[in-house]
């Protein structure tokens, strides 16, 4: 029977590079795009703020197609659903049939996007789901994976979580209450190296900016650390 086949949202990040490592491993699905949401004019990866120019490395080095949703600076969810909804309708026609996440336990979120994209006629994956995330961390470690902070919340973390490699020791200095890999938004990672990456991305440490985003009456602090190509 042949595979699913299946685009993976990427992030750039730890918890859609190691979805990619299991969905590898899986007879059951053929990961043949990789899909990433970019803010233009910004031409960064949204959330994350990493430059796109870094994330193609990061296509080339795991040798995957990529394809990018480009979306405005700051799109609101229905603006997000329309962009996203017509790039997967394309993509459902040219036989994709499963779409894949890096999701592990937010169940609303999980719901969402089934929600959202299932009617489109392809199904939701989600390889990490209900993994615990102390041990998700570790077996990043374990298996390889290069992975750097490149956003942080300011009110969880110190500034010195910002542009660090996540190793034994960042585990060691992790604040008690936060998530571990980060599952409600307190921080976002690029990761530069990997068990099926052809090479190690180079990249050098840019500015560090504070940024501020405000919901209803809540606002939130975030640290962006920029990395620049090597």
Known sequence: MPANKTLLFWSGGKDSALALYYLLKDEQFKVE?????????????????????????????????????????????QTYERITCEKLKKLVEEGFTHVAFGDIFLE????????????????????LWNFNTHQVLREIISLGFGVVTVSINADVFDMNFIGRVIDDEFIKDFPTGADPCGENGEYHTFCFKGPYFKKTIDYIKGDIVLKNYSTGTTTQNFWFCDLLEA
């Open 108 to 127: 609303d979120l999980r719901n969402y996007r089934k929600t959202i994209f299932e009617p489109l006629g392809v199904q939701c994956v989600f390889p």
């Open 33 to 77: 795009r990789l899909i990433t949401h970019v803010s233009v004019p910004l031409n960064r990866i949204c959330m994350h703020g990493v430059r796109s120019t870094l994330l193609i490395k990061q296509w080339e080095s795991v040798g995957l197609q990529g394809e990018i949703i480009e979306l405005p600076e700051k799109s609101d969810n």
